[in-house]
């Protein structure tokens, strides 16, 4: 995978960021590249993980897809993302977790809840974000993501229903009733370009009324130095993306919430921190 465009974030981007929680940048990668990743998508281990039937009528996440595909971790690893998310993270990062997000091409589906990553995975502290790379332009008619400016400092919200996590947040007063309506924002990178989001951004997505498919790579990472509280690890978890890890836990989110989705594995696997394929990986670079 060729290297393309600049590198690093504008100090104006920084203050963007740590104002509204999200940044979009158009034109981060070559069509070339783009292309190499869209059939990457159709790889047998990368089709196996569709649902049947869901994959008609709901946004599916195919999840750990770095370890399924050499495009999908170049991509990971890539100087155009990692060397945008240093200053945001730090220099030591990981990955949390990689995935292929397809809204169904069938009109009218696909709408994913509003709600904040950090719910899913709290950490001990919030130093984590997401970067979607587009691989078909977002456009409202294709149910875009839709994220509300500065929601990353209301802290954790509720995420709770008859005492079980829920995927969507329960407080949709800062959607539904923003105090300002330019407050929501529609997230319309083209393909090539990239959304960045802090794990507390409030965000969602509508419904696909386009007839066809709307994909993009989501990768969530985070500072080395966050350790994770609950859900489950997935197979890329912990794989080291910059820098090393140096045994440190950071701890300053206050008390957490754990997403309590019942059964034996109430609060998932989240004990070693390392997926099997970030651990081979972890001991092949070090």
Known sequence: MNETKQFGLSSQEMEQYGENGFLVIDDVFDPSIIDALREACEHPKVTALRPGKDFETKTVHSLGITSLHPEFLALATHPAIVERIKPL?????????????????????GVFPWHQDFAFYPHTNTDLLSVMVMLDDATLENGCMQMVKGSHK????????????????????????????DDVVNITPRAGGISIHHALTLHGSGANLSGRPRRGLVFSYRAADAHQLADALFDDTGLMISGTSKGIVRCDVGIVTLPNRGGDMSYGSAWNQLGEFARRMNGRNS
Do not use: M, N
């Not at 990955?95 to 809204?103: G, I, N």
């Not at 209301?154 to 300002?180: N, V």
């Open 89 to 109: 993270l730090g220099p030591d990062i990981q990955l949390q977790h990689s995935k292929l997000a397809t809204k169904p091409a069938t009109k009218g589906t």
């Open 154 to 181: 209301l802290g954790i919200l509720d995420h709770e229903k008859d005492g079980l996590f829920t995927a969507e947040c329960q407080e949709s007063r800062y959607w539904e009733h923003p105090a300002d309506p």
